[in-house]
């Protein structure tokens, strides 16, 4: 192995914000699919082997390095996993990584299996494989390979098609760059907001998962070089990011870089408790070559049904509930969603032990044993699924997963983060 360590990378309190500003230009060319966010337990198929002998470089050279990589050709397979460690109480797991089986459907179910809504959320939870190819930032296509099915987003120029093999059903959104540009207030395209957010917003790939990565370093982080890897059959750098501070559930987010081009091969986030990775991203095979144009050409075979974005109601954008959507005090049925309805977030400390704050509708907190607000037997579902505490703040109850935790005060606040049990206990008791 090279003879990298934490002791000689380490990188300096004042440099992160250079870094950020460097990390966050670089494109992300096959960003094709997302993992909700946020959302991966190492299988053998992505262990590395070999310690291959490449020169020295340092943490800040390989950041460099990075966000200096220009690879818009490339195809592969990425085997993704992800293990947060939700309930599986009645199927709650599978309902809350795949939004519950209805995600993406319209009124009354109806909808297309193939909006990207539901089924690339099924990313997280469990392990998946993906055949992924990008050609330049208009052509990009990732497909999820089932035992006997699959489904594939393809972003090709102004068009994302969506398409499930198993229910023979497409997606189809029109005008994606105008609808990007309506977003931005440049344009006034319909139909293809959601369809190109899925495509290309959300992270799937090891440079996508980087990519958020390293927009949260800052002083309160720690990057070091340790030692080299192959992954994929290519030699590679290993940077690693930990947390500074204590509190938080991240333990330390290892990051595989092509020695080559720069681009992150392999993605690992590791919880402070130790155990099995959260997330764990790698490609088993990959090519930096030109893919095929018939790559990105998509028809829909005969009899498919196809759903149109307009016909979804640009859902993107123009999402309004329906009645009966929100039930709790204090929303009214049938209003617009607005960023007013966070009910004054904020943000409480800095950097990896950073917790948000807001307040519930209504200024209740969730309903107890006696109150008659729900039926007893969902009464001691919901009471299952956290740990009671108490503090200057009152008494509220911990819902956990292995990366995010969230506190509900009987008062109705919130607090929310990727940090322990005891910090959120903590930041409560400082707000009272």
């Known amino acids: 192995m090279a003879p990298y360590g934490p002791e000689q990378d380490t990188t300096e309190a004042g440099e992160p914000r250079a870094r950020r500003r460097k990390a966050s230009r670089y494109a992300v060319p096959v960003a094709v699919a997302g993992v909700a966010a946020a959302t991966i337990g190492l299988v053998p198929a992505l262990a590395t082997s070999g310690d291959p002998d490449l020169p020295k470089i340092t943490a800040q050279e390989l950041i460099e390095k990075i966000a200096a990589s220009d690879t818009q050709r490339l195809s592969g397979h990425v085997k993704i996993s992800t293990d947060l460690g939700l309930p599986s109480v009645g199927g709650l797991a599978g309902g809350v990584a795949g939004g519950g089986g209805g995600a993406g459907r319209g009124e009354g179910g109806e909808g297309s299996a193939a909006d990207p809504a539901s089924k690339l959320m099924e990313l997280a939870s469990g392990t998946h494989t993906l055949r992924v190819a990008a050609d330049g930032p208009d052509k990009q296509k990732v497909s999820v390979l089932g035992d006997a099915s699959e489904y594939s987003l393809i972003h090709n120029g102004d068009e994302v098609w969506g398409y499930d093999s198993a229910s023979n059903e497409a997606y189809h959104a029109q005008g994606a760059d105008e609808g990007a540009e309506r977003r931005s207030g440049k344009g006034t395209g319909k139909g293809a907001e959601f369809g190109k957010g899925a495509a290309k917003g959300l992270p799937a790939t090891p440079k996508d998962l980087a990519e958020q990565a390293l927009k949260a370093v800052d002083g309160t982080t720690s990057v070091t070089v340790d030692g080299t890897a192959q992954v994929a059959g290519r030699d590679a750098y290993r940077l690693v990011v930990k947390p500074k501070q204590s509190g938080s559930t991240v333990g330390q987010i290892t990051v595989a870089v092509d020695a080559e081009t720069g681009t992150p091969l392999k993605f690992t986030l590791t919880p402070a408790p130790g155990g099995a990775a959260v997330i764990d991203a790698g490609f088993t ?92 037997d969902a009464q001691k579902l919901l009471d299952s699924l956290g740990d009671k505490v108490s503090g200057e703040f009152g008494s509220g109850t911990v819902f956990s997963t292995r990366l995010i935790n969230a506190l509900v005060t009987d008062d109705g606040t919130v607090y929310a983060g990727a940090v322990t049990k005891d910090a959120l206990v903590k930041a409560a008791n400082a707000a009272h």
């Open 285 to 376: 095979k990959v090519d930096f070559g030109k893919p095929s144009a018939a790559t990105f050409d998509f028809t829909p075979p005969k009899g498919a049904k196809v759903t149109e974005a307009d016909e979804r109601g640009a859902r993107g954008g123009d999402f309004k509930p329906k009645d009966g959507d929100f039930k709790g005090k204090g929303k009214e049925k049938g209003k617009e969603f607005k960023e007013e309805d966070l009910n004054d977030l904020r943000v409480i400390g800095e950097g990896w032990g950073s917790i948000a704050e807001l307040k519930l509708p209504g200024g209740q907190g969730l309903p107890t044993a006696g109150s008659g607000d729900v039926p007893p």
